[in-house]
C-alpha cells in the first residue's frame, strides 16, 4: 500500500471512529472518508479490468458497519 493510501485510510477510519462516538456529523465523516473510497474504488477497477472480472466496489454506507 502506497504511503498516500495509507494515510487515507487512516483518516477515514478516524472519521469512521469520531461518528460513531458522536463526535462529528455524517456529513463531516462522509467528507473524511470519500477520497479512501474514491482511491479504493479506482484500484479495484484497475485489478478487475486486468483480470477480466467484475469490480468489488466499496460504499460509504459499507465502510461505515
Not at 498516500?4 to 460513531?20: F, G, V
Amino acid at each position: 500500500m502506497k504511503e498516500e493510501t495509507r494515510q487515507l485510510k487512516i483518516k477515514a477510519e478516524q472519521a469512521k471512529i469520531l461518528y460513531k462516538r458522536g463526535e462529528i456529523s455524517y456529513n463531516e465523516a462522509i467528507d473524511s472518508i470519500k477520497p479512501y473510497i474514491d482511491k479504493v474504488n479506482i484500484k479495484s477497477k484497475e485489478l478487475a479490468k486486468k483480470y477480466n472480472q467484475r469490480p468489488r466496489l466499496v460504499k460509504i454506507n459499507s465502510f461505515m458497519r
